[in-house]
């Protein structure tokens, strides 16, 4: 079985383009929550998404937003970047959204703002 | 001050030694709680679950003190492939959960 699949792996962007990433969870989970990581820290979160409603958001500019589609993939897009934008976004998908659901991470995007 | 804090090592030992990591929170809504394992420039992965009565995966053993607010891993045996960073997680919320990751503590096991 696939796991979570992240689309593009690598991206550069210059200093007020937008960029939108992509995701597609596990086959079956309906939870999906997107994460900021930037070298050396730990992955900040951004946003967790559950049968297509926003169900968390990080203390994230407006700048970014996302959404989920009926077949539970996801889309993360960020406007007006920011040299800071620059990091890996990571994508998880778990089955649900109770508390106790493991997470289970696709290999990133790494975007360089320029 | 962090929401998770760990100790950012790194954490220099020879094969075949224990080594505990620390983990404390400041959130007392925090609901659940786990350590996951990044290798270099890859994606995390869940180690496991921590569990107030304490919980051991093989070589791995992880408490919870909810009391205190502090979580902790502790290594046995170390093997050259426990190298890696550990990050401590902690979720909170109702309805809908924010997973709060700590910075990460790096680990050299060594030959």
């Known amino acids: 079985d696939a796991g979570v699949t992240q689309s593009p792996t690598h991206l550069i962007k210059t200093r007020g383009q937008h960029v939108t990433l992509r995701c597609s969870p596990i086959s079956g989970h309906k939870s999906v929550s997107w994460y900021q990581q930037v070298l050396g820290q730990g992955p900040q979160f951004i946003f967790q998404y559950y049968e297509k409603e926003e169900r968390g958001r990080g203390n994230f500019p407006d700048r970014f937003s996302a959404r989920q589609f009926p077949n539970y993939s996801s889309e993360l897009n960020v406007n007006a970047l920011l040299l800071g934008d620059s990091a890996l976004y990571l994508c998880?998908?778990?089955?649900?959204?109770?508390?106790?659901?493991?997470?289970?991470f696709g290999s990133g995007t790494q975007l360089s703002v320029l | 001050r962090k929401e998770v804090e760990q100790d950012p090592g790194p954490f220099n030992v020879p094969e075949g030694a224990t080594v505990a990591f620390n983990c404390t929170y400041s959130?007392?809504?925090?609901?659940?709680f786990f350590w996951y394992r990044q290798d270099c420039r890859k994606e995390p992965k869940l180690l496991m679950s921590v569990y107030s009565s304490g919980n051991e995966d093989g070589r791995f053993t992880a408490q919870l003190n909810r009391a205190s607010q502090y979580i902790s891993l502790l290594i046995r045996d170390s093997k050259l492939s426990d190298s890696a960073t550990y990050l401590c997680v902690v979720k909170r919320g109702t309805g809908g959960f924010k997973t709060i990751f700590g910075a990460g503590t790096r680990l050299f096991v060594k030959a």
């Open positions: 959130n007392s809504a925090s609901q659940s």
């Open positions: 998880a998908s778990s089955s649900g959204e109770g508390g106790n659901e493991k997470l289970f």
